[in-house]
């Protein structure tokens, strides 16, 4: 195969001409060094290089303007506006960039395609009138500064023009316009050879300039585009070039140069459907793995979607030995944006105390606990410990240690809603964090860091410069636009190896073999989206590029990609989790319906081997060491929660108890459903402790209920956190509490209303007795603690107090052989059994008691008490009463649990845990 660029050259070499005195301007840069290496290799003898321009610096080079980025024309273009604005009607920076932004797209398109500005503008602020609110006879304020918006767009402008002419600054279709007006001095002045190569969609000033220096001889143009394109009238490949051919007074009599004749021989073109993005890299990486290696160097990976180069790097296969990758590696994607990030993330918010999830964000980034030496988990700790929500940010800073105090000072300090005292701070930590890396080590970090150096340095000039910025969540809107801009090049050899670049660096180059991935609607082509305040039919009526032209470009470069290539591999996305993702893209069924006849076209879909993994329930043997562990537990006492624990599933048992695991502990934010429990719980147990073996009075009981406010005020404040609870969720759990406590206190006060009696027997004893188990050659107790013990007109209860919802029906056993088989729906009635039993065996019943659960979430349904049925299901007769015999029963089902528990051949086995029990 012999590419375009190789082609052009052969011929200008075949004139005998020395192509030292010659310009080549190419669509890219990439372009131009490529030309540069073919024809060292061409020429066969030493020669100096010709020189060769993209065409961007070309324009800049001959307008004699300096070209500036879309930040700094932002930044101009502010100052612009505050000039020509009246103050009362003057927006902040951060308002006025989110249409600015589109506004100065608008001025570079205007400037590039040397529209009239002034019929141009009228035109446009006519139309707005027009459409919004020319019928109404008077206009609100609202409908004025809507209208005079548009009436002032000339004046902004002109001023911006004039503005950055005075300090010879110009944005992209400023210098584009100033070449093409200095276009005739420019050829008087350059008499040698231009050799403009491989474009395709020109603008106007572009167009200017290219007619101009063809017809005056200096320039010579070599377009590249197959015959089948420019013959046929409907095809987007070839729109442009019809229009030069068609417009152009110099192909009325000169013949259009390059047309190949390529597309239409043989290729290998296979249309490949992937599930997912990761998916089409990982395919990528399969694809590659099937070449030669000689046939490495002949491929191009092309991504459509350049957020894919990650993944396609992460999938590279063993035989990929040199790769060249020409777009960049985005800054937005390396490690330490995240710090940055956060941090300005964090003093955005104008705050006197710091929030705990940002502070562990930051100390526990990768890069602060490489440079503290883990250090900041000691934070994470403390933070979770205390349960630290918000804190001072002395607080913080004095837990820290001398040698990081610095580090984290310039983190955590106050940066006073200051954007020059934030890129200051930022930048010292950036030379903080340099001293602690090793430069041999840390070469990748080091060059990220040099990165964001530069960024906050450019950052710094535009503070200094501009007095635009007041805040730091302006600020950070400024560094993101940046950032998303930045990239960090790669080093390699340029055209050695495999080339991956994406679709724009593919411009004037040709590869044997061509990877395409994200082959969509939406991204090849992107479709419609528009960026621009001017009417789709005002684009139409001054020929400004539409969504067919932009449609028009991204069909050029695809067919460009194919046209001297063999093998084409097009991969498109064929998951359906978006409104245009899974739809493969207009120029693959192009393809299928306008095939030619010397083209092979394979469809295929792909899809990742997933195998079915089968989780077999986890079993752990009893070894020695678990049966010792289990006879201290016995020893110490079975908890009804630990008994519970294993009847739920023996696997969690072993986790929890033997193993000692427990949950990881987290900062509670917002008040944790068992923190909720403790606290009514505990205020319960204030007030019925004062009671404890006496007579319960309604006098009390209203006392009580006037102290609970304060009272569990206090309780919060030992279980969770000295700050009052005064705002958000916490709050509305703190009247929860409230609600659950005065709600038992007035039932409470109704009984005793309708004539019964209560009198508190014990509130929150710890229990513990023995259970003699014949099999077992070591003591086994059983310990708890029950909430409440009262009696009820006489008769003893024993009760458990429920925060969550229980129902009557899971007090109630109907067959004592399913006791200790159902946590879900005996797991209660075990439970409050053991208190039973534990108080008999202290000391025992003379009569027979009850017991049960009062529910918080069910207290209209009283006392819930457990009931012995005769039969299951309905229609059964229920029994209230607790003697020896239900007790006996109910020792018999603890005592083969307990055997069980501490059988050494019984082995812990996980349990089948249904997800609605959770």
Same mark, same amino acid.
């Given at each position: ?47 100096? !290089? ?21 930040? =700094? ?21 951060? %308002? ?95 008499? $040698? ?17 290219? *007619? ?101 790097? $992460? ?20 490690? /330490? ?19 705990? @999830? +940002? ?25 979770? #410990? ?8 002395? %607080? ?19 940066? @006073? ?7 200051? #701070? ?24 040099? #990165? ?18 007041? %805040? ?13 801009? *930045? ?22 180059? +040709? ?69 245009? !993702? ?12 306008? @095939? ?10 792909? =899809? ?47 986790? #929890? ?42 006098? =009390? ?93 006489? @008769? /003893? ?42 108080? $008999? ?51 018999? *089902? ?25």
């Amino acid at each position: 195969m012999t590419s375009f660029i190789t082609q052009i050259l052969q011929e200008l070499l075949s004139r005998k001409v020395s192509l030292s005195d010659y310009t080549f301007i190419l669509p890219s840069k990439r372009a131009g060094s490529y030309l540069i290496s073919q024809l060292a290799s061409l020429s066969g003898k030493p020669a100096f !290089a010709p020189k060769v321009m993209s065409i961007e610096d070309f324009a800049e080079d001959m307008s004699g303007l300096k070209a500036i980025d879309n930040t =700094a024309a932002l930044f101009e273009f502010y100052s612009v506006y505050l000039k020509c604005t009246p103050k009362d009607k003057v927006e902040n920076f951060d %308002t006025f960039a989110s249409w600015a932004q589109t506004l100065l797209y608008d001025f570079n398109e205007i400037d590039r395609y040397l529209i009239d500005y002034r019929s141009f503008f009228d035109y446009l602020s006519d139309i707005q009138e027009i459409n919004h609110w020319s019928v109404q006879e008077e206009k609100t304020p609202i409908m004025e500064n809507y209208l005079s918006f548009w009436r002032k767009i000339p004046e902004y402008y002109e001023e911006l023009k004039s503005s950055l002419e005075q300090q010879n600054l110009a944005y992209q279709g400023m210098v584009y316009r100033r070449a093409s007006e200095k276009i005739e001095s420019y050829i008087q002045q350059n008499k $040698n050879p231009h050799i403009f190569l491989g474009f395709n969609a020109l603008n106007n000033a572009e167009q200017e300039i290219l *007619q101009k220096m063809n017809a005056s001889g200096v320039a010579e143009i070599f377009w590249d585009i197959d015959e089948v394109f420019l013959k046929d009238p409907q095809h987007d490949a070839s729109l442009f070039m019809r229009r030069y051919q068609k417009e152009w007074l110099h192909y009325r009599e000169q013949p259009f140069n390059y047309v190949s004749n390529n597309f239409s021989g043989n290729k290998n073109i296979k249309m490949i459907g992937v599930p997912g993005n990761v998916g089409q890299a990982k395919y990528v990486g399969e694809l590659l793995a099937k070449l030669k290696p000689e046939d490495i160097g002949k491929t191009a990976v092309v991504l459509g979607d350049e957020g894919l180069l990650l993944p396609v790097l $992460n999938s590279l296969p063993g035989n990929v030995e040199e790769i060249n990758v020409t777009m960049g590696f985005p800054l937005t994607s390396a490690p /330490v944006t995240s710090l940055f990030d956060q941090l300005l993330k964090m003093h955005s918010t104008a705050s006197q105390e710091l929030y705990y @999830k +940002d502070v562990i964000a930051i100390s526990n980034h990768p890069l602060i606990q490489k440079v503290t030496s883990g250090f900041s988990r000691i934070i994470s700790g403390k933070i979770q #410990q205390e349960n630290l929500v918000y804190f001072s940010r002395q %607080t913080l800073i004095n837990f820290i240690p001398e040698k990081y105090r610095e580090l984290f000072s310039l983190c955590f300090e106050d940066w @006073k809603n200051n954007p020059g005292l934030a890129v200051a #701070q930022l930048q010292k930590l950036i030379f903080s964090i340099k001293d602690h890396l090793d430069k041999e080590k840390d070469q990748l970090t080091l060059e990220f860091l040099f #990165q964001y150096n530069l960024l906050f340095n450019k950052l710094d000039n535009l503070l200094e410069t501009y007095a635009h910025i007041k %805040t730091i969540k302006s600020l950070s809107a400024i560094y993101k636009e940046l950032v998303a801009t *930045q990239t960090v090049d790669f080093r390699g050899k340029p055209f050695t190896g495999l080339q991956l670049m994406g679709m724009l660096e593919s411009r004037v180059l +040709d590869f044997e073999n061509v990877i395409i991935t994200s082959v969509n609607e939406g991204v090849l082509p992107a479709g419609k989206s528009s960026n621009s305040f001017i009417p789709y039919d005002l684009k139409c009526s001054y020929n400004l590029p539409t969504y067919k032209e932009k449609d028009a470009v991204y069909t050029y470069h695809f067919y460009h990609l194919m046209q001297r290539a063999k093998n084409v591999y097009l991969l498109y996305n064929t998951e359906s989790d978006g409104l245009s !993702a899974g739809e493969k893209s207009r120029f693959l069924l192009q393809l299928e319906m306008e @095939k030619q006849e010397a083209h092979h076209i394979q469809k295929l879909t792909v =899809a990742p081997k997933v195998p079915a993994i089968s989780r077999p329930l986890q079993s752990v043997e009893k070894t020695p060491e678990i049966i010792e562990k289990i006879k201290y537990l016995a020893g110490r006492g079975f908890s009804p929660s630990a008994l519970t624990t294993y009847i739920r599933n023996p696997l969690d048992f072993y986790h #929890q108890y033997i193993l000692g695991i427990k949950d990881r502990e987290e900062v509670e934010e917002t008040v944790a459903y068992n923190t909720l429990g403790t606290v009514v719980h505990d205020t319960l147990e204030v007030f019925y402790k004062e009671w404890e073996k006496k007579q319960v009075s309604i006098d =009390a009981l209203k006392e009580a209920i006037k102290r609970t406010p304060d009272e569990i005020a206090v309780q919060f404040r030992k279980s969770y956190t000295q700050e009052p609870l005064t705002k958000g969720k916490n709050l509305l759990i703190f009247e929860v509490a409230k609600r659950y406590v005065v709600n038992l206190l007035k039932m409470d006060i109704r009984d005793l209303q309708e004539g019964n009696s209560l009198k508190v027997v014990e509130i929150e004893s710890d229990l513990r007795t023995e259970i003699p188990v014949e099999n077992l050659d070591f003591p086994v107790y059983i310990r708890g603690k029950v909430d409440r013990v009262d009696e009820f007109n006489g @008769k /003893v209860r024993v009760i458990d107090y429920k925060t969550g919802n229980v129902q009557q029906n899971q007090v109630e056993i109907a067959d004592w052989e399913d006791l200790t088989t159902d946590y879900n729906k005996y797991g209660k009635t075990f439970q409050i059994l053991t208190y039973a039993c534990m108080l $008999n065996e202290q000391q025992p019943f003379k009569k027979p008691i009850e017991a049960g659960i009062i529910s918080f979430k069910n207290l209209q349904n009283g006392f819930l008490r457990f009931n012995k049925k005769d039969k299951p299901g309905r229609g059964a007769s229920k029994n209230p009463d607790i003697d020896r015999e239900v007790l006996e029963f109910y020792k018999t *089902q603890l005592k083969k649990l307990i055997e069980e528990i501490c059988d050494p051949e019984t082995a812990f086995l996980e349990k089948e845990i249904p997800t609605s029990s959770w």
